[in-house]
């Protein structure tokens, strides 16, 4: 054991008033102590790091601390890259999206490539309108994923499922007024 070991470990002792047989048990039994809440906590509590020495626990507490003390700050900066380094932040956003989805990056890769790199539904590119990357395309009722569609497309889909009905009454507003419908696609739908 390191000189700096040996001196904390008698520094906790002293300090709150320990047992050298109750320090030497709790280590015996894998339990290492925050300095934070000065309990002795398993040593799957302790942050992952090496020679942490603060819980999991007393570890959140700071960091929601300091994202609040540093949030505006924080945030200026995380705007400025975006904006200085779009693929990445684009990038970003597309691994928090699978995830979010218990998908990963060679999931989106293999149905990008099933649907020839093309939205599912009006086969754009992923990058038409300026888009970095396809939607993932969800069922709000079920969770079922079912492609990957450009931002457009996934914006009226999810508003025909919002609003059931609302194709018709479009047609028949627009056959009323005289007005044809605007594309041939959407005819036979």
Known sequence: MSLGALARESRIIKRYNLTREFYDEQI?????????????????????????????????????????????????????????????EAERDRKAHLAERGLDGAWYQRTLNKQGGTCALCG?????????????????????????????????LGQLEQYPGWFERARAYLKKHGTPLPSPKLRGL
């Open 28 to 88: 015996a039994a894998g339990n290492l102590w925050c300095s934070t809440c000065k309990r002795f906590k398993p040593g799957s509590e302790i942050a992952g790091r090496i020679n942490r020495t603060k819980c999991k626990e007393c570890v959140r507490i700071q960091g929601r601390k300091d994202y609040a003390k540093h949030k505006v700050r924080d945030n200026a900066r995380r705007l400025l890259y975006a904006k200085q380094n779009p693929m990445a």
């Open 124 to 156: 754009g590119h992923q990058n038409h309108a300026k888009q970095k990357n396809l939607c993932i395309d969800h069922c709000h009722t079920t969770g079922k994923i079912r492609g990957l569609l450009c931002s457009r497309c996934n914006l009226r």
